[in-house]
């Protein structure tokens, strides 16, 4: 019985964790940065180039040298990331904090943002 109890309590942990791993894009403002934050566009640059963020740096995901990328990024502040749909600033999302960045991922994506602004 302990055992499963400990389990549900991993579970809602590692849960909550995730839950603030994660902002809906259409909430952000590039108000929320902090000095040492970065927020990192995961498209490609094309994508990047018909709309982002003011102040976003593209770092496509899709790239040979996406985490050749992180090599000289500074692990101090949060890394807010988006992409288009989502699926790809997850992924990212993912690998980062497993490297030990702060990551936020800013869900539903560039597709989400503009549709709201319609």
Sequence with gaps: MKKIQSLLILALLVFSC???RQMPITDF???????????IDVRT????????FEGAVNIDWMSDDFMAS?????KGGKVY???KKGGRSAMAAHVL???????????G?????TAEQE
């Excluded at 640059?45 to 982002?52: D, I, L, S, W």
């Design 18 to 20: 995730e839950q603030k």
């Design 29 to 39: 403002s590039n108000d929320a940065l902090g000095a040492k934050d970065l927020l």
């Design 45 to 52: 640059p094309g994508e990047f180039a018909e709309g982002h």
């Design 70 to 74: 992180w090599d000289t990024i500074p």
């Design 81 to 83: 990331l988006y992409c």
């Design 97 to 107: 904090d497993s490297l030990g960045y702060r990551v936020v991922d800013l869900t």
């Design 109 to 113: 994506g560039w597709d989400a943002l």
